[in-house]
């Protein structure tokens, strides 16, 4: 018989409260043994855990007696055993030795009664306390977890608390520095600065007054305390000086104290005289500054304004000694005295800092150290400023070594930035040391014992060739070196003039090339007057095909030849000039520099000069006079323009080249020599001289185009030049409204004028000439050569919206006053170009209709 187990009634969940004095008991006895641990924890735990086992032994025990109690069967309800709540007396279940499975496994499956759980239901876990042992566990890792948590939060919050105070910190010097208040360490300084602006209330945000005021109070407590122990100091020995007088004064009188009494006398005597002079002095260097003031130039002064002699001049010239200004006076002082050593400190902070910037100079940073050199000279004085750059250009550029041409280019970049930002002295300066250091080169002994292996010649020449190419100074001084080399003929010198000529010498050639030629000539004849050995020098031989290759304008004949970073070096130096600031050239002649020691330096203003005002003049006037002749205008030349009317210098140099170049090509590079600032002047003579021709010549259009295509500010020149002749045509012939038209037709079709120059007409209006100016001028545009030239002047206009009723104009005028046949006769046109020319009037129509579409 299979047994039907009754389900145990599911225990009472424990309450909130229940739960809670569990934990304390719980939390007691762990309290308990730990406390006890600290003496003698194992017999206690031992204990314990004993108690524990016999404690769960009798509960055993109860248990198997309650099993083994016996029911009365008669005392049982007979309700309670109808119901099968007691089970029968055939129970074998209670004394088997046999388990309900094995039983179960023993009967057949008749007799077998299965019991099932009710569905949706799902049998719950008992939770003994081993469970809650855990819950207790998890729970108490989670808030261990927590704390962790917390923990690290609250150091990163005050680890970012720590970053935003010092960036607030930065902040606040930032500011202090822009507000210029980082200077001053006392606070309360700048607590009486912000009373004084009016800042005051801007305190009660950033200061606590009763900390502001308790600090204040500690301040003045030390202070007050400080002071009075240096009075009790200084009071504890007078009282000892005292002390000690008395005594001596108790001492029997005698010929020591006589003796001693009338030294001490004495020496208050001597003291009294000594304070009384003292006061005298003091009195009289206080009433001097009211006697005597000093001007601006350092010269004393009296009351009324009277300059007062120096004593030291008069001193010199009683003695007959050469009188020495007080700048050189305090010079030679300080060097005899020894050097000085805030002055030495100060030279040798400079030098480190311009030593730092000239290290670090190159093509890409240029500007950064211009800028920092420039400023360097603000801070410091501009004699000690082109000492030290002297001395530190001496040691990296003119070694006894040949120095890179790049590195030479960009120092000399760097002195032509300084000399137009701060001041022409500055180029002169270093051009007149280089100039003493060639010419102590170029003397007969030293020259002879130069080796040629030594390259200091060869820097400082490289050096003064690229001071010109940046336009420090003048041509004329350049060419008066190569004079001196040339004179001084040898090795050494042929190495230099090579070193020029590859350098510079097509620069030479194109800035000037009648001095160019003088020169060359010059160098030819001293080669030909050269001794035998020096004729047969390779180096004079390559010199001489270097020369040819530079006369010749052949540029593939040098090796190495590379302009472009001179060029692009050029165009850095002009982006970094600021301010409408430019090299000043400096037209100095090589006497002067040689000599400026003694005679003085006239190109620098307010400089000392001793020379002689008329010789100056006389030279002028003959420079100008070999300059004018030198141009080689003939009078029959001079005389040609007056009569064109060309009354200024300028126009009259204009003229004449054009009139005596070989080709247009040479006129306008003779033109752009003479470095004009007027660019109408130049077209106004091109025009004129244009309208005068008996028959148009193209010398003119093609200079007028080459002078369009090198610059912009020529472009406009001629076309307001232009639209001067236009506005004033009645008043020229027919023939050189010929010439105009011819002049303008070249132009527009090379793209050196577009034909928008034509809109200063006026269509609804025309005159005659002015109608045979245009009837000319489209004639020959519409019968050009070249169709696409004529196409491309075209679309330039047809492209430009603002153009329209020009546009239409133009279309006007070519329909009805060039197609029609009266005009066409009198064209006096073939049947050919009649043709062409109706054709070439329909394309443009088209065209300029098409794109107005």
Not at 8 to 30: D, F, G, N
Not at 237 to 261: A, F, I, R, V, Y
Not at 494 to 517: H, N, T, W, Y
Not at 737 to 760: D, E, P
Request: hydrophobic share 35%; aromatic share 6%.
């Amino acid at each position: 018989m299979v047994k039907i187990r009754k389900k145990e009634p599911m225990k009472k969940r424990l309450t909130r409260k229940e739960q809670r004095k569990q934990k304390q008991e719980v939390k007691k006895t762990h309290k308990r043994l730990y406390h006890a641990g600290k003496t003698n924890g194992t017999q206690r735990v031992v204990a314990a855990e004993a108690a524990a086992q016999s404690s769960k032994g009798g509960r055993d025990k109860k248990k198997k007696k309650r099993r083994s109690a016996k029911v009365n069967p008669e005392e049982i309800p007979v309700e309670q055993l109808l119901s099968g709540e007691v089970d029968a007396d055939d129970d074998e279940s209670i004394a088997s030795d046999f388990s309900d499975a094995e039983v179960d496994a023993l009967l057949p499956a008749s007799r077998k009664v299965e019991t099932y759980e009710p569905l949706g239901k799902k049998p719950k876990v008992q939770r003994g306390a081993i469970q809650r042992q855990d819950e207790m566990e998890v729970r108490r890792r989670e808030l261990r977890q927590q704390k962790e948590l917390q923990g690290k939060a609250r150091k990163q919050r005050v680890k970012q608390l720590k970053v935003d105070n010092e960036e607030e910190d930065r902040e606040i010097a930032k500011l202090e520095k822009k507000l210029k208040l980082n200077k001053s360490k006392d606070k309360n300084r700048l607590v009486r600065k912000m009373f004084n602006d009016g800042l005051d209330y801007l305190l009660d945000f950033c200061l606590d007054d009763d900390e502001e005021k308790q600090k204040w109070e500690e301040k003045q407590e030390r202070k007050r305390q400080m002071k009075e122990q240096q009075e009790r100091e200084e009071a504890g020995m007078w009282s000892d000086e005292d002390e000690g007088e008395d005594e001596e004064t108790k001492l029997p009188e005698g010929d020591g104290d006589s003796e001693s009494e009338g030294a001490e006398e004495s020496e208050t005597e001597d003291s009294e005289e000594e304070y009384s002079e003292e006061d005298d002095e003091d009195q009289q260097e206080d009433e001097q500054p009211s006697k005597f003031k000093e001007d601006i130039y350092g010269r004393k002064r009296d009351a009324e304004g009277n300059i007062l002699p120096d004593p030291i001049e008069q001193e010199a010239t009683a003695a007959g000694q050469k009188y020495i200004p007080p700048h050189q006076r305090a010079l030679m002082a300080a060097a005899s005295a020894g050097t000085n050593e805030k002055q030495a400190e100060i030279l040798a902070r400079l030098l480190k800092q311009c030593k730092g910037l000239l290290n670090r100079l190159s093509e890409a940073n240029l500007h950064k150290i211009a800028v920092g050199i420039e400023a360097l000279y603000m801070k410091n004085s501009r004699y000690n400023m082109n000492e030290t750059l002297t001395r530190l250009l001496q040691e990296a550029l003119l070694g006894p070594t040949r120095t890179q041409e790049r590195m030479v280019q960009e120092h000399m970049v760097l002195l032509a930035y300084l000399h137009a930002q701060i001041g022409s002295e500055i180029g002169a300066h270093f051009l007149q040391t280089f100039v003493e250091l060639f010419d102590g080169h170029l003397k007969d002994g030293h020259l002879a014992s130069l080796a040629v292996e030594d390259k200091q010649l060869n820097n400082v020449v490289l050096l003064l060739c690229y001071m010109y190419i940046f336009k420090i100074y003048e041509l004329s001084l350049l060419m008066e070196l190569i004079g001196r080399l040339a004179d001084n003929l040898c090795e050494k010198t042929v190495e230099c003039l090579l070193l020029i000529f590859q350098s510079i010498g097509f620069r030479l050639r194109k800035d000037d090339p009648l001095a160019f030629k003088t020169m060359m000539q010059n160098v030819q004849s001293k080669i030909a007057a050269a001794p035998l050995e020096l004729k047969e020098n390779p180096r004079l031989r390559f010199m001489v095909d270097i020369l040819n290759a530079v006369k010749n304008n052949n540029m593939n004949k040098l090796p190495q030849y590379d302009p472009e970073l001179a060029e692009n070096l050029r165009k850095r130096l002009k982006a970094m000039l600021k301010n409408d600031r430019y090299v000043v050239t400096l037209n100095i002649a090589l006497a002067d520099l040689l000599r400026a020691d003694k005679v003085g330096k006239w190109w620098i203003v307010g400089s000392a000069w001793t020379g002689n005002l008329n010789e100056m003049g006389t030279a002028s006037k003959q420079k100008a006079n070999q300059s004018g002749s030198s141009a080689g205008f003939a009078d029959q030349l001079l005389e040609l323009a007056k009569k064109q009317q060309m009354n200024t210098a300028e126009r009259r140099n204009i003229f004449c080249i054009i009139m005596s170049a070989a080709d247009y090509v040479d006129a306008f590079e003779k033109i752009l020599h003479l470095s004009l600032k007027d660019q109408r002047a130049v077209a106004y003579v091109i025009i004129h001289c244009a309208l005068n021709e008996r028959r148009a010549n193209p010398y003119y259009a093609h200079l007028a185009l080459k002078f369009c295509q090198y610059n912009r500010k020529y472009q406009l020149a001629f076309q307001f030049a232009t639209w001067d002749r236009i506005n004033d045509i009645e008043s020229l012939s027919k023939a050189q409204i010929r010439n105009l038209a011819s002049f303008l037709q070249q132009l527009i079709l090379s793209a050196g004028l577009q034909l928008s120059v034509l809109k200063v007409v006026d269509f609804m209006q025309l005159e005659r000439l002015s109608f045979f100016f245009m009837r000319e001028i489209m004639v020959k545009l519409l019968l050009a050569s070249d169709e696409r030239e004529l196409q491309q002047s075209f679309e330039r206009i047809a492209k430009n919206s603002k153009l329209q009723q020009f546009k239409q104009s133009i279309r006007l005028f070519m329909q009805h006053f060039l197609l029609q046949e009266e005009q066409l006769s009198k064209l006096k046109l073939k049947e050919e170009q009649q043709e062409l020319l109706q054709q070439r009037v329909d394309q443009m129509d088209k065209l300029l209709a098409y794109v107005d579409l």
